[in-house]
């Protein structure tokens, strides 16, 4: 396996496409690791006002977000940083 191309990832018997990827789920607490220790009110707040990636209701009161969505969220507020001129010193 030295010189071959790499393995492609198998989930239960079937490769792990682009699509299934994209389709990963983040968790409350996998935001809270990622940084973003706000309140759920805070939360809510963003999804209503677009400020952040609406949730996906898992079952009950089980929620969670499209990691696709979270990292493209990341990235916005990257560019948003480099438009914005916050003070002068």
Same mark, same amino acid.
């Given at each position: 396996?030295?010189?071959?191309?790499?393995?492609?990832?198998?989930?239960?018997?079937?490769?792990?496409?682009?699509?299934?990827?994209?389709?990963?789920?983040?968790?409350?607490?996998?935001?809270? #690791?990622?940084? &973003?220790?706000?309140?759920?009110?805070?939360? /809510?707040?963003? *999804?209503?006002?677009?400020? @952040?990636?609406? #949730?996906?209701? &898992?079952?009950?009161?089980?929620?969670?977000? /499209?990691?696709? *969505?979270?990292?493209?969220? @990341?990235?916005? #507020?990257?560019?948003?940083?480099?438009?914005?001129?916050?003070?002068?010193?």
């Amino acid at each position: 396996m030295s010189s071959q191309e790499p393995v492609p990832l198998v989930m239960k018997g079937k490769k792990m496409t682009d699509e299934k990827l994209t389709k990963t789920l983040a968790t409350r607490e996998d935001l809270q #690791r990622m940084g &973003i220790n706000v309140s759920r009110t805070t939360l /809510l707040r963003w *999804e209503l006002n677009g400020r @952040f990636p609406r #949730r996906i209701r &898992i079952g009950g009161t089980t929620v969670a977000w /499209l990691m696709s *969505e979270i990292d493209q969220w @990341f990235v916005e #507020r990257s560019e948003e940083r480099s438009r914005m001129h916050y003070a002068e010193y």
